[in-house]
């Protein structure tokens, strides 16, 4: 899915803006996500994974798709290691 799409994913499917965080890394992905936890990652127009530098860049891409919110999900090798499910990791909405 290109950033350009996610915006009419979103009004058309129970889709939700999804900025992905792994603990002690300095890459975010950002996609969407729908409601059994499926993640669908945003790729470049040339179809290249966007990996961003930090949830700021994140944040300012949605904005400028004229997405006004986003799901922040932070995972930890923790996680993984006592064997968590994806939705025991610790998310929030963040309002922009």
Avoid: W
């Avoid at 950002?30 to 945003?42: E, I, M, P, Q």
Wanted: some cysteine.
């Amino acid at each position: 899915m290109q950033l350009s799409e996610i915006k009419q994913a979103i009004e058309v499917q129970p889709l939700h803006p999804t900025i992905i965080s792994y603990a002690d890394s300095n890459h975010y992905l950002l996609g969407v996500k729908d409601d059994n936890g499926n993640f669908r990652s945003a790729r470049s127009k040339d179809g290249k994974l966007l990996s961003l530098n930090s949830i700021k860049q994140a944040e300012e891409l949605l904005k400028l798709q004229g997405i006004r919110y986003a799901i922040i999900e932070m995972q930890t090798a923790y996680d993984e290691m006592i064997g968590n499910s994806s939705n025991s990791h610790c998310h929030y909405r963040v309002n922009f």
